[in-house]
């Protein structure tokens, strides 16, 4: 997954992505303004007011002064009074308006970064009750990474609407109070003020988008190859590698070489900004030339106080300014609004589980699942992974799922958890469709342990509790953990449960081994009383005879309780009431082992290769040793 390629393709063919619009987007905005931090308005009002003012204040200052000056000068009696409290008037305005304007400033740019915050809190939230199934979806991957980057920065995405909304609110002010100055001299003096500013923005944006184009664009391989070496050399898993073959030089020379072309692109892009800024000037010293020509021309014929000279003069100055800001923050609204209708995009995406009424699961002691005719293919494969499953777990019963890799064990019990639904056929428990069932109660229902043990950089005891602190009954979390198996090492830790895991978020934090981690699984599942346990493979670390024996005593602790134990080996078959064999997405046989040996297929196959492995402990599997074949 790359951040900086936006494929123009993929987006008009997403049949969830949409356009809403920059007013749409501003309104949005406005939006979470109100729900979350309702005085940002009134700050942005006063702010936006209070910057405009200030603009215009001195303008207006020099004017009144010079006035009062002509007039002072031509009159008998000298009284300085006026314009000592015209002084005073002003500075208590400046002093205001600054005070009104840090504050609103300081203010806004602490409640945008807050509703940034806020932002990124309902997408993660979105994302962490999206449907597991929806996740793996090199799309969704996609739109959610767009959504991310909508989120990233400050003058980014959603923050940068912000920002640029309240720039516009600031000149739109300032607009109106030129155009209210202007109109008393000359209303085509506006006219000339605005063509001129356009042609210099329409310069400016030939500039960006050249430069973007040419420059910029044309640097994104450049960057993921950047991104890529950043990775590589700071990536522990490279490590062992780059030392022993000796690759540091190696590497270095391809980062700088990379840097090279960087610099080089950087170079020729500032030569472009150059063109944009002798082209402003040009314009800029066009337009003084015009307005102040005729202003002195009004002066010395039309009569014009120089008073007004002095106020125009400045306002047409602001005028033009204020216009082209007004250009410049539209064109950043505009790409920063198609950055928002990303992440609004993504957020509207229609979860599964809105469609459906779902039903609540009836409060039972038993609860027996049915797999009618199941039948599954992964999204994008041709093949099944499952095919016509027909199977009825008991309550309380112990089931050993078994078969080769990629026989589909996985892919029955993501089934039955519901991280996935069938492709065919259905799954019944207590005779209702599971899909009809609240996903969130229904995950409760399950206490599951899988191959792949995730652990997270928090205390032990919430990697068992998979709660909050102040959710988790440390002891029991303790009790859980001796239980399967991890006493000495926890007796090992200073700090026992409290102790911090990875070194990701303290130096002082645990790694835990392989074996290690998928004892903590099975603590996890222990812990979480629910009624189903499912254990796929968290054994795999261990050998054949160290998985029997965790496998036996953990299925005690389980007690009446209804477990799945799923393993390529068969080292939980002797003590499960029941054995399904699965082969190539089917199950070929269930039963119990005794029945299945008898029936002479492929599971008394497996279990004549793979016997050999419990031999050491000829107790487990009370086969005579003739039986046992040694070509496995
Ligand atoms: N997420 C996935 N996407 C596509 N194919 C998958 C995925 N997971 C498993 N498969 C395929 O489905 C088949 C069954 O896999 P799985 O249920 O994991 O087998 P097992 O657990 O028995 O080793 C295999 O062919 C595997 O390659
Ligand atoms: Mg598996």
Redesign the pocket.
Known sequence: MNLFKRNKKDENTDEFHKEYGVISNCRYILGKFVKYRKSLILFIITGSIAAASMTYLWSFIGKLVIDMIEQQASSPDKDIKPLLYLTLITSAAELLFMWLNTVSSMKMSVGFTYVRLMIIKERIAKTLGMEYEAL?TPEMLDRLQKAKRATAGDWQGVQGMMTYMQVMGVQIISVTIAVAIMTTFNPWIILIIVVLSFAQFLFFDYIRKKDKKEMWDAMMPHWRKLEYMENVTTDFSYAKDIRLFGMQKYLAKKQIDVYDEELRHWIKSRQYWVYNTIFAHGISLLRQLIIIGWLVYSVVFNGLSIGNFTLYTASAAAFSNAINEILQALSALRERSAHTDDYRSFMDIPSADDKAQTIPIPPADKYTFEFKNVSFK?RG?E?Y?LKNVNLTLHAGEKLAVV?L????????IKLLLRLYDVTEGCILMNGTDIRKFDRKEYYELFAPAFQDVMVFAFPVAENVSMKEPFNTDKAEAEKMLRLAGLGDKLDKLEKGVDTELLKVLYDDGVDLSGGEKQKLALARALYKKSKIIVLDEPTAALDALAEFRLYQSFNELVGDRTAVYIS?RLSSTRFCDRVAM?KD?EMVEIGTHDSLMEADGAYADMFRVQAQYYVEDKDIFDVPCQEVTSNG
């Open positions: 793996e992964y494969q093949k992974a078969g890799n990629g026989a589909g064990k996985s892919t029955f390529h699965f997405g």
